[in-house]
């Protein structure tokens, strides 16, 4: 087995914004501002722009990782707009059309290579398993 590393809520943040960067951008979605802690799942409140027009995200999800893929599981959310409430899953179904991306009814998956054996959430933090 490899090493661990430990990752708090503002590290982890800070990798997710940096991982899905180069997806965000492809469709045009601006992080304005968010907020990112762990407990039992991650949890993400955000204000994002996406053309011109800003929205509210609420989700929490698990991550893990498989198979050169970023496994976001377990996804609820939601996202906000004026007075409509979309669902998260539906919104992401809709909109993201990307070889890298695949998206079931309750999770999505990233596919990119990292050399990550396991991510583990724990309290506040999450648990990576290098290979």
Known sequence: MG?????????????L?????PLLKNYSI???EAQLSIDK?????????YQDHILDLKASFLLNYHHDQLCFDDIEGKVEYLFLQ???????KQ????DAVKITDHSC??????????????????EIQLQ
């Not at 799942?41 to 722009?49: H, M, V």
């Open 3 to 15: 090493d661990i590393m430990i990752l708090n809520e503002k590290e982890v943040q800070i990798c």
């Open 17 to 21: 914004e940096f991982a899905l960067e």
């Open 30 to 32: 601006k992080m304005k």
């Open 41 to 49: 799942k991650i949890n993400i409140q955000s204000t994002i722009l």
């Open 86 to 92: 979309l669902n998260l899953m539906s919104v992401l």
């Open 95 to 98: 909109l993201i059309k990307h």
């Open 109 to 126: 998956y990233y596919h990119c290579h990292l050399p990550i054996q396991n991510i583990i959430i724990k309290d506040h933090s999450l």
